[in-house]
């Protein structure tokens, strides 16, 4: 069965910090996608990313990066020197190929304090 | 360009009342289409999705029920509301068999039964 742990329930970091926000997923397809969205304060979902499983190269957007590890299942993000505007909760998501719905992470709630 | 909309964006509705939240989408044809409910503090819950115009599939069983009367209109309803039923609705679209396979999403209607 798919299932996607986000450990980290909440995250405080002081602004400039960088901090990683842990993604672990389980399925027993060799197809799949894997997807992190951000929900800031007003509630909608905004999408940041998609990595197909054969795709591990890692990404880089401005102050946002990704690891894909399919060796320990994870696919972690990484906001280097962050700033209050990055607080959000932020999800990770998992669909295999094929599959009409995605999996979500419970959400990590990422706060950049001033 | 492809938008989804979702309305109202807040409603206060008395225990026992109807319900019916809308959710349109535009710039595409024959999407997937989602409701999630995200309780306060919680991560989603996907309650309906749809393949197809009539096509619904219930993933939680309660008092909701899910429409899809035009290829780009979703509907939430409910005979009557519980306060278990308050929340965050968020719809979601999906192109269906292209790969691409993120969910965009709306703006959300916030929900709150009394």
């Known amino acids: 069965a798919q299932k996607v742990t986000q450990a980290q329930t909440e995250i405080s970091v002081v602004e400039k910090e960088d901090v990683t926000l842990d993604c672990v997923y389980e399925t027993r397809d060799t197809t799949y996608y894997l997807f992190w969205y951000k929900q800031p304060p007003s509630g909608e979902l905004v999408f940041l990313i998609r990595r197909n499983s054969f795709d591990e190269q890692n990404e880089i957007s401005g102050r946002y990066s990704w690891n894909f590890q399919k060796s320990t299942s994870s696919f972690n993000f990484t906001i280097t020197a962050s700033q209050v505007v990055d607080s959000a909760v932020y999800f990770c998501a998992l669909i295999e190929g094929g599959a009409q719905k995605l999996v979500f992470g419970q959400g990590t709630r990422l706060t950049i304090n001033p | 360009s492809q938008t989804i909309h979702q309305w109202p964006a807040t409603l206060v509705q008395p225990v026992g009342s109807p319900l019916s939240l809308e959710c349109t989408v535009e710039?595409?044809?024959?999407?997937?289409l989602y409701w999630y409910r995200q309780a306060a503090g919680r991560g989603l819950q996907l309650l309906f999705y749809s393949v197809g115009i009539g096509q619904i599939s219930s993933e939680v069983p309660q008092n909701l029920s899910a429409s899809r009367p035009q290829d780009r209109q979703f509907i939430l309803s409910s005979k009557k509301l519980l306060l278990s039923d308050s929340g965050f609705y968020l719809c979601?679209?999906?192109?269906?068999?292209?790969?691409?396979?993120?969910?965009?999403f709306g703006p959300g209607t916030r929900l709150t039964v009394t």
């Open positions: 979601a679209w999906m192109r269906a068999g292209t790969g691409l396979n993120e969910q965009y």
């Open positions: 710039g595409t044809s024959n999407p997937n």
